[in-house]
């Protein structure tokens, strides 16, 4: 301007207008502004976002695999029932069981071994552990070599009808014996959480296809699946641990963008190899490290508000980003030309900063 009109006030006034309006302030808070407000609003509803890339992970998601124990249901089962072969005593099989159980972690294995200690009393100590991932545990008890689990080829026909009959109810069937043969089944149930069958729903209202992931047998998963409102051809039983990533992997070469819900050792690798994994804060510590999102409360319904969230905190970054951007893209030309005052452009700057933070506010009223 001064070149061509030789009015030094006037050029003076563009130029200063000029580095006003274009004073990124504001494309510089729109996202850092959202996403912190975003995952304080989450950690409120306990919901643990560990970054940003996780927000667009969020929006690709079409198909939520949850693991069965712990997440969708309560991961505290109970024994139900005890099936001794011909012959054997039952407080023998409970005591020797339990025994076993009581050096594992695992759901069933507590369950067992605290249904045995309340049936057959205090149980001895264990010698020679050893848990065979996804088939069960063996270990010396009382001079025996025991074994719990699905280690057993051959079981005598009242215990293959017990086990049968078990599984029909909904129950995990355990197979327990000693010297090389099996003596008695164990039943063991799992009761659904209250609010699987609810956050099955809500994650379906968001466009998401749930399927069941467990290792139990099909008839017990299929029994959990139809109680959360889950198709038979969404779930995957009998899977071992280290087939979990297989799923996940099937899954995505599908064309499917997978989210994973899990709570256990046995899910951080499935975790950590779909492209969302939510980890129940009531799970293990290898769990919740490979998980983008931490769902503290243990609830599945929050799986559905974390991903809405989520969704909704990119969508406001984006919008942010759209009007910081916008507005100096419209404004420069006028600052440029001479047309726009320098206290109008300090108020429109100061006005956009404003408004990219008050939209960030707003995610502080999500339900």
């Keep these: 301007w001064l070149g061509v009109t030789g009015d030094t006030v006037a050029a003076f006034t ?11 302030c504001a494309l510089g808070l729109a996202t850092p502004t959202a996403l912190m407000v975003g995952t304080g609003r989450g950690a409120q509803l306990g919901i643990l976002i560990k970054g940003p890339e996780v927000l667009e992970s969020t929006r690709r998601v079409d198909t939520v695999v949850l ?6 249901t309560t991961g505290r089962m109970t024994l139900q029932a005890v099936y001794v072969a011909e012959g054997e005593d039952e407080k023998e099989l409970l005591r020797l069981a339990g025994a076993l159980e009581h050096a594992s972690e695992h759901p069933v294995a507590r369950a067992i071994a605290a249904g045995a200690e309340e049936r057959a009393g205090a149980l001895p100590a264990v010698e020679h552990f050893e848990n065979v991932p996804g088939q069960g545990v063996r270990g010396r008890v009382s001079g025996r070599e025991v074994a719990v689990g699905r280690l057993y080829d051959v079981l005598p026909q009242e215990l293959a009808r017990a086990a049968r009959e078990a599984e029909q109810q909904g129950r995990t069937a355990v197979v327990a014996g000693w010297d090389g043969r099996a003596r008695g089944v164990l039943a063991v149930a799992d009761a659904v959480k209250a609010t699987s069958a609810e956050a099955v729903a809500g994650l379906r209202a968001l466009g998401l296809r749930p399927v069941l992931l467990t290792g139990d047998n099909r008839t017990v998963a299929e029994a959990v699946a139809h109680t959360v409102g889950i198709g038979s051809g969404d779930v995957f039983a ?11 992997r099937r899954l995505q070469r ?5 989210a994973m819900v899990g709570d256990g050792v046995n899910d951080a690798a499935a975790l ?7 980890a129940m804060g009531t799970g293990t510590d290898a769990a919740i490290e ?3 999102l931490t769902l503290v409360r243990g609830d599945l319904r929050v799986a559905a508000d974390a991903i809405r969230l989520s969704r909704r905190t990119l969508a406001t970054i984006k919008g942010n980003l759209v009007w910081a951007f916008g507005y100096n893209v419209a404004a420069l030309p006028l600052a440029a030309a001479g047309l726009l005052n320098p206290m109008i452009a300090g108020a429109a700057m100061a006005f956009s900063s404003v408004f990219v ?6 995610l502080r009223r999500f339900r």
């Design 14 to 24: 563009a130029a200063v207008a000029v580095l006003i309006i274009a004073c990124p």
């Design 67 to 72: 693991d069965k124990t712990g997440t969708v």
């Design 238 to 248: 009998e899977v071992l641990p280290e087939d979990k990533v297989d799923v996940v």
């Design 254 to 258: 599908e064309g499917r963008t997978v």
């Design 272 to 278: 950590a190899t779909a492209d969302l994994g939510l």
């Design 290 to 292: 490979a998980g983008d």
């Design 357 to 362: 933070v008050t939209n960030s506010l707003r």
